[in-house]
């Protein structure tokens, strides 16, 4: 796995949350939840005085798999006729000064992702 530096420390697992962590980058969107993970565009327009957003496009990156370590495994995501394969997730939970997502796409419809976290007790 070459992936840049990370400015993260591993941790224990977390415990499991029932909400969801969503983090723009860049044109994507990216939920990550403890069952599925997805990858969105949203567009606004306005319509009067509101702003308007609506999803233009959107994929799964894989549902819950299993857990490998510390890590969680999602597979079956939204299949891709660029990559002929349906895309798929690793999801580490880090523990940092905040919370925040980082993703890296290993290889094409494979993505490394990142969930930054406060964690009691951690030294960066």
């Not at 798999?65 to 969680?72: D, L, M, N, V």
């Not at 939204?78 to 993703?103: D, L």
Request: glycine share 8%; hydrophobic share 25%.
């Amino acid at each position: 796995q070459n992936l840049p530096p990370s400015p993260f420390i591993t941790c224990e697992p977390l415990p499991t949350k029932a909400e969801c962590l969503t983090s723009k980058i860049d044109y994507w969107s990216y939920t990550v939840c403890e069952n599925e993970v997805t990858q969105f565009h949203t567009e606004q327009a306005q319509e009067g005085n509101n702003i308007i957003s609506s999803i233009k496009s959107s994929n799964s990156l894989g549902e819950f798999s299993h857990a490998k370590g510390s890590s969680k495994v999602y597979k079956g995501g939204t299949y891709s006729e660029e990559c002929g394969k349906n895309r798929s997730s690793t999801v580490a939970r880090k523990c940092c000064g905040g919370e925040g997502i980082r993703i890296v796409e290993e290889m094409k419809c494979e993505y490394y992702i990142e969930v930054c976290e406060v964690c009691e007790g951690a030294v960066k």
